[in-house]
């Protein structure tokens, strides 16, 4: 989310963002890390996809209205459903949610469930056919 956040508010590129966040975070271990990069890349190459589900999903919402750390978790939160889906949705949208009361607003926590929840029953029933 720290990533998408600095290139969102920055408006910098994907290696701006790579060359200024990493420096400073040496204390990262190479798993997380990883993890951290293939969430990173997909949400920037899918990132027309996953804004076009956020914004079906967000009744009366455009993305450029919405506040920046909300926005940029519910990119991450869909790069993972998207990019790993055997990981079940709801330990994703948990894992966004602790997120979003570290650092959104307080009733931020109850749009972006009802947000992540939504997208995440119509990729299931996507991938169920």
Known sequence: M???????????SAEEVRALFWPSRDDVDAE?????????RVAIERQK????????HADNWR??????????L???AVAELLGYPNTPAA?????????????AAPESVQ?????LDAIARKL????LG
């Not at 993305?63 to 940029?72: C, H, P, S, T």
């Not at 299931?124 to 991938?127: A, D, E, F, N, S």
């Open 74 to 76: 519910l990119r991450g």
């Open 124 to 127: 299931l029933q996507q991938r």
């Open 63 to 72: 993305l450029e209205r919405m506040a920046v750390v909300d926005r940029n």
């Open 49 to 56: 996809e996953i804004d076009a589900l956020i914004e079906e």
């Open 32 to 40: 997380t890390r990883g993890f951290a990069e293939d969430l990173y």
């Open 2 to 12: 720290q990533m998408l956040f600095q290139g969102d508010l920055g408006k910098q």
């Open 91 to 103: 330990i994703v949208i948990n894992e966004s949610l602790e997120i979003a009361r570290r650092y």
């Open 111 to 115: 749009f972006l469930n009802g947000v």
